[in-house]
């Protein structure tokens, strides 16, 4: 939930600044067009490129802020940080007791696995396929971006 609230104040911030930069001073209008993204017969192919401007700009700063947290802030987004969660490598996974897996390697995520992590998972769920969902058919709940990616989520060590 802390995530999306984030993201929701960098989501309005990004709207708010194509509005001040692009002259647009009817917010209804705007809302209608890119926040609500209401499409019908009467749309232009215009609003329609701007619309997909405006997703795309908001997807690639939602990629960088989960790049920029997993990678250079400890592996986990503010969210995960409350859950005690967090995202490490994996080479591989081995069942050692009940909720308890040992992790090879287990470092901190370096800056390719978490781009690679980040997009998969961004435009998977832009292009309505919920990646998240694979973690029901994987070993130990992980998904397909953590398997491409290499890294798993895990509860964070609490010493």
């Known amino acids: 939930m802390v995530d999306f609230f984030i993201l929701f104040f960098i989501k309005a911030a990004v709207i708010l600044s194509i509005m001040h930069i692009s002259g647009i001073k009817d917010i209804s209008k705007f809302a209608m067009h890119y926040i ?18 405006v997703a795309l700009i908001y997807r690639l700063l939602v990629c960088f802020y989960e790049i920029i947290c ?8 503010p969210g995960k940080f409350l859950l005690g969660l967090r995202v490490v490598t994996c080479d591989s996974s081995v069942l050692i007791a009940p909720n308890r897996v040992l992790v090879i390697p287990s470092t901190n995520v370096n800056m390719t696995a978490s781009t690679i992590r980040a997009v998969i998972k961004n435009f998977s769920i832009a292009f309505f ?5 694979t973690l029901l058919f994987f070993q ?20």
């Open 129 to 133: 396929f919920p990646a998240f969902i």
């Open 36 to 53: 609500i993204e209401e499409v019908d017969e009467d749309t232009s192919m215009e609003d329609l490129q701007k619309m997909m401007v």
């Open 140 to 159: 130990h709940n992980r998904t397909a971006y953590d398997i491409v990616a290499g890294t798993i989520v895990v509860k964070r060590n609490m010493r």
């Open 70 to 77: 997993i990678w250079g802030a400890g592996g986990a987004t």
